[in-house]
C-alpha cells in the first residue's frame, strides 16, 4: 500500500484507490472526496521530518482514510434518521459522461474523460452491492469492503478500526453472514456475470423502458417479478413516494401513473453504477436516475434516486 518514504508524486498517485475505497464505504462522491480531502491534509500538516519516517505514505493514507469514513458511518444512523423518505448511495454515470467539479483542486477529482481519476465502475460499486453494505454495522462494512473488496490483509484492517486481527476477521465474517442470502459480488452468493448476463438485463431494462412510454401496465407486470419493491430517493427536495412501492403491479401502476404526468420526459438507456439503467432528462438535464436488479428475466428491485443533490455528476446545472 504504497512505496516508501514520502515523495509527493507517490502520495498523490494514491489518491485513486482511496477515492475508490471512500465511495465504496460511504456511498456518496461528495464525502468520499470530502474523506480524502480531509486524509491528505492531515498529511501535508504532518511536520517533513514526520513524514520522511513513515515507510509506506499509502498505508498512512488508507489507515486515515478508513479512520474518517468509520467516523463518518457512525454518525450516518443520525443523518439518516433527519433525511427526508429514503436514502440511497450516490449513482455513477459511465465513463463518457462524468462530470467533475473541483477541477482547481489538485487532491480532488480532476479532469473529465481522465481514467486514472474516476471510480472503478465495477461490482463492487452497484446499487445492488451498495444497498447491502447499508445492512452492515460500520466496523463490519469497513473489514468487508478493505478485505473482501480491496483485499488488504486483516493485519493493516486492524490499524483502521483499532481492533485486533482477528476481531476484524470476525467482522468480516459477520458481514460475510449479511450479505450470504443477498447478490453481493465477491461473495459465495455473487451474481453470475459476463456479456451473455449484461446483454439480459439490458434486453429486460430495454423492453421495461418502451412498456414505460407505451403506458402499457400488462408488459410492465410481466417484467416485474410479483414480489418486486421500488425504493426512491429525493432528500425531500423533488416529489417522490416516501415508502418503498412493493409488489410488481403496484409499481406498474405507479410507473403508468408518472409517465401521464410526465410531460417532455426524455427516457434513455444508460450505464448507472456499472450495470444497465434508465436515466430521464428534462430540457436536457437529468432529473431521475434509476437502477435495477435483474433475475432469470424479471426485475426484483428498482431504486430511484432524484435529489438533485445525488446527480450532480450527471450534468444537473
Known amino acids: 500500500m504504497g512505496a516508501a518514504g514520502g515523495g509527493a508524486d507517490g502520495v498523490v498517485g494514491e489518491r485513486r484507490q482511496l477515492i475508490n475505497i471512500a465511495y465504496r464505504l460511504l456511498g456518496s462522491v461528495t464525502e468520499a472526496e470530502d474523506a480524502v480531502q480531509d486524509a491528505y491534509t492531515r498529511w501535508y500538516g504532518l511536520p517533513r521530518s514526520r513524514r ?5 505514505p499509502g498505508a498512512w493514507l488508507t489507515t486515515v482514510t478508513g479512520r474518517i469514513c468509520l467516523d ?7 443523518r439518516r434518521e433527519r433525511y427526508v423518505g429514503a436514502w440511497l448511495p450516490e449513482p455513477l454515470p459511465d465513463r463518457g459522461e462524468w462530470d467533475h467539479v473541483g477541477a482547481d483542486d489538485p487532491i480532488r477529482l480532476t479532469g473529465r474523460n481522465d481514467p486514472a481519476d474516476q471510480i472503478v465502475l465495477d461490482e463492487s460499486v452497484a446499487m445492488a452491492f451498495l444497498v447491502v453494505l447499508e445492512s452492515m454495522t460500520p466496523a463490519e462494512r469497513v473489514a468487508f469492503v478493505l478485505h473482501d473488496v480491496f483485499r488488504y490483509p486483516f493485519a493493516e484492517i486492524a490499524d483502521v478500526l483499532g481492533r485486533t486481527p482477528a476481531a476484524c476477521k470476525q467482522l468480516a465474517a459477520s458481514a460475510r453472514r449479511r450479505v450470504s442470502g443477498g447478490r453481493a459480488p465477491g461473495t459465495a452468493t455473487a451474481i453470475a456475470t459476463g456479456p451473455e448476463i449484461a446483454a439480459d438485463r439490458a434486453d429486460v431494462v430495454r423492453r421495461v423502458k418502451a412498456a414505460w412510454e407505451a403506458r402499457d401496465i400488462a408488459s410492465l407486470v410481466g417484467l416485474l417479478d410479483p414480489a418486486a419493491v421500488m425504493t426512491a430517493d429525493g432528500g425531500g427536495m ?7 412501492v412493493e409488489g410488481g ?9 408518472i409517465a401521464d404526468k410526465a ?3 426524455e427516457l434513455l438507456e444508460r450505464s448507472v453504477s456499472g450495470v444497465p439503467g434508465l436515466v430521464a432528462r428534462r430540457a436536457g438535464a437529468v432529473v431521475t436516475v434509476a437502477s435495477f436488479d435483474v433475475s432469470d428475466g424479471w426485475v ?11 446527480l450532480r455528476l450527471w450534468g444537473v446545472p
Not at 520522511?52 to 509506506?56: G, K, L, N, V
Not at 403491479?249 to 401513473?257: P, S
Open 300 to 310: 426484483t428491485r428498482i431504486w430511484v434516486v432524484r435529489n438533485p443533490e445525488k
Open 238 to 244: 423533488v416529489g417522490t413516494v416516501l415508502r418503498p
Open 52 to 56: 520522511q519516517e513513515i515507510r509506506s
Open 72 to 78: 463518518l458511518l457512525g454518525s450516518a444512523r443520525a
Open 249 to 257: 403491479a403496484r409499481i406498474a401502476q405507479y410507473m403508468v401513473a
Open 263 to 265: 410531460q417532455g420526459l
